[in-house]
């Protein structure tokens, strides 16, 4: 027995990068394979994973200071400090205002 195309149901959408769930109006589709989604969080890692290969290709002053923020969030987030009940909350709030 076949089954007809419009007969199968869509599955959750997921994240391409974390690979856990989305309503889709929370994720950020690609323009050349709208197929692919990625949700907003995995979507500000990879803009901030571009910046920092810009910064590897284009040295200045301002990206070693870019570099000495990302050495911080690793240090915070190797630390597990962003998971610390008052202070996690402070520094995930900061955080969203850094490069
Ligand atoms: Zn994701």
Known sequence: MTVAP???QQ???VCWCCAREFDDRDLVRLGAHPEVGV???CARFL???AEEREDQLH???GTRLRGMVRSARKWVIGHRWHE????GGLLR?????LP
Request: with cysteine; proline share 12%; net charge positive.
């Open 84 to 87: 610390l009940p008052v202070i």
């Open 59 to 61: 040295p200045s002053r």
């Open 11 to 13: 599955s959750t959408p």
């Open 93 to 97: 709030r900061i955080d969203r205002r």
């Open 39 to 41: 949700c907003l969080g």
């Open 47 to 49: 803009q901030r994973r």
């Open 6 to 8: 419009e007969s199968v």
